[in-house]
């Protein structure tokens, strides 16, 4: 006879079994998202993400978070990815989102939003509410009950909605009052301290931040994880367009130039090293070969270069481009020593050497002070305001040709769109011929070359033109083409 707590037994091994199978579904379907989305995950990191969750409190999210980007990050850089598709995969529980608190409501059952407010200051001006779930039962009740609006598609959320509403940033004095403990006169001096009201503005934020993450779980919760993470997920630093950057995407490209300098700057070495022995001079070899019936057994080769080229950079830094130019720049200038001079000039329509702006140092903050000086003292921009890349390259032709010599290598910077002006291609076949090496890197999608005042293909007749429309694709560029 079967006992009667076999079947028990049973059905709870199969139950184990099943909940270690969604888990370890889960896990490689969030790795196999991060992959698409271009960070690199081995099976190594994989397996050590396994056996991390293994000995992780899975209902502790942030120690699960943690683990999970110490064995499968291996840049920092891709934190902001990595935590975004985490909050899609492992949600937090709906328990745990229940908006418990109770408020008061009007007649029609809506909830008094005065009263949602004098919660939010309480709240956010407790250290333990983030501790005790009182922080996140508010954030669902505001998203709950202030984001939720119908569709033409149905059931959807808004952030922007729901922090409207609330209109934190006008509680901020009250929240630092709060936060100091102060009431009546004092609360008003307490709430006007330095230290109180960034303490303030930096729990609005986390509660923006929060806001933001519980519609984007709703929403997935509406229209499936994948339709979500389209426009949830931020694209990785090294793989945002330059012309769709806004300032918060170019701040977190310029974070990238230092990894990136340093990773070309050994490559460039090695290429230089290789090429101590130079080509082969097959001629040489041939000759040599007739002493042993014609096998080449002895490879002769040409005498190597020596020296390191001189690199002159031509860049557009009108509006469209400027952005690009700018992260061109700073990073021609941290592979500077890999140069034996680097030469910059700047045209908006007409070109000018800028040089001398930007010759001493190169952090972040020089660098974009340095910038702001060129464009305003630089002659760059003396007719109407508007690219013209026919007249850039007709005045270097006349001015600075002779600055060009055969061990420069040239880079142009830009888009190419010259607003239906004259080309004078002839101008920019003259510079190419005085130089060893040059290119044209154009920020701006392939397909949309030769589209409107483009005149890409025109220019790109005459020299190499690449597209470089983020960081990945100029780091590869500049590897690749760079003399050594």
């Known amino acids: 006879m079967v006992s009667t707590g076999a079947p028990s037994s049973s059905s709870e091994a199969s139950s184990s079994s099943s909940g270690v199978e969604r888990i370890v579904d889960t896990l490689t379907g969030f790795v196999e998202d991060l992959r698409g989305r271009g960070i690199t995950v081995g099976p190594s990191n994989l397996i050590d993400a396994g056996q991390a969750m293994t000995v992780l409190d899975l209902l502790d999210r942030e120690s699960l978070r943690e683990g999970l980007a110490a064995t499968i990050l291996s840049d920092p850089l891709h934190r902001d990815t990595f935590d975004r598709c985490f909050e899609l995969w492992f949600p937090l529980g709906n328990a745990a989102r229940i908006a418990s608190t109770v ?59 729901a922090m409207s509403v609330i209109s934190p940033q006008t509680l901020i004095a009250r929240i630092a009052a709060a ?91 090695f290429r230089r090293r290789r090429n101590k022995h130079a080509a082969v001079d097959v001629r040489a070899t041939l000759r040599a070969s007739m002493s042993t019936g014609g096998v080449p057994i002895d490879l002769r080769r040409r005498k190597p270069r020596p020296g390191k080229p001189e690199l002159i950079v031509i860049c557009d830094v009108s509006g469209s481009v400027s952005g690009f130019s700018q ?48 464009l305003t003292q630089a002659q760059i921009s003396l007719r109407d305001g508007h690219s013209d890349y026919g007249h850039m390259l007709k005045g270097f032709a006349d001015h600075y040709l002779d600055t060009l010599t055969h061990r420069s290598a040239l880079l142009i910077l830009g888009d190419a769109r010259n607003n239906f002006r004259p080309t004078h291609v002839d101008s920019l076949a003259k510079i190419r011929d005085k130089v060893r090496n040059a290119y044209w890197l154009n920020p701006e999608r392939k ?37 050594v």
């Open 447 to 483: 397909e949309h070359w030769d589209s409107g005042d483009s005149a890409a293909s025109t220019y790109g007749d005459a020299i190499d033109m690449f597209e470089c429309r983020n960081v990945d694709q100029l780091g590869r560029v500049i590897a690749d083409l760079l003399p």
């Open 179 to 269: 936060m100091a403990g102060g009431q009546g006169r004092d609360g008003e001096r307490a709430g006007t301290d330095p230290l109180n009201r960034q303490a303030a503005r930096d729990a609005t934020t986390r509660l923006r931040q929060a806001v933001e993450t519980e519609t984007q779980r709703r929403m997935a919760e509406v229209r499936g994880r994948d339709a979500v993470s389209q426009y949830a997920v931020p694209k990785l630093p090294e793989n945002i367009d330059f012309f769709s950057a806004n300032p918060q995407d170019m701040i977190k490209m310029r974070r990238t130039i230092d990894p990136i300098a340093r990773l070309l700057a050994s490559k460039l070495e």
């Open 103 to 161: 408020v008061k409501r009007d007649a029609d059952g809506k909830v008094d939003v005065d009263a949602v407010r004098e919660l939010v200051t309480q709240t956010l001006a407790d250290p333990e509410a983030m501790a005790d779930g009182r922080f996140d039962q508010l954030v669902a009740l505001i998203v709950a009950e202030m984001g939720q609006y119908e569709s033409a598609q149905g059931e959807s959320y808004s952030v922007y909605q």
């Open 327 to 374: 992260f061109t720049l700073q990073l021609v200038y941290a592979l500077r020593q890999q140069f034996s001079n680097v030469r910059i000039f700047a045209f908006v329509d007409t070109v000018d050497e800028v040089t001398e702006f930007f010759d001493r140092g190169n952090d972040d903050s020089q660098f974009g002070e340095r910038m702001t000086t060129m």
